[in-house]
């Protein structure tokens, strides 16, 4: 089986930064996209930042220019630096994968447990 474990949240000051961690392990022959998701309490799971195999990068506006996503491949690791957060950016952080695996031979979306960021005014 394969696990997210995530890492790295907490409760900050506005304008802080904090910088989430998150590993993948188990059957993984390789991994395609890894991405941060976020879901505040009454509303729906919203993607916040994707790194595509080959390169490319996906943010939401409203986290453009203040967050970044980066990605050590040889660690299974994915990693957003937030920083100047704000309230808003109040959530469950989730992060996702999609990863082809040995046993079974498949590919699919996994996530991890989610951790919790919450930003003080």
């Known amino acids: 089986q394969v696990q997210l474990v995530e890492s790295g949240g907490g409760l900050v000051q506005a304008g802080g930064s904090l910088r989430l961690s998150c590993a993948a392990s188990?059957?993984?022959?390789?991994?395609?996209?890894m991405g941060w998701f976020r879901q505040a309490p009454g509303k729906q799971r919203e993607l916040v930042a994707s790194?595509?195999?080959?390169?490319?990068?996906n943010y939401a506006d409203s986290v453009k220019g203040r967050f970044t996503i980066s990605r050590d491949t040889a660690k299974n690791t994915v990693y957003l630096q937030m920083s100047s957060l704000k309230p808003e950016d109040t959530a469950v952080y989730y992060c996702?994968?999609?990863?082809?695996?040995?046993?079974?031979?498949?590919?699919?979306?996994?996530w991890g447990q989610g951790t919790q960021v919450t930003v003080s005014s």
């Open positions: 188990g059957s993984i022959v390789s991994i395609n996209t």
């Open positions: 996702n994968a999609r990863i082809r695996t040995i046993r079974p031979w498949a590919i699919d979306d996994y």
């Open positions: 790194s595509i195999s080959g390169g490319t990068t």
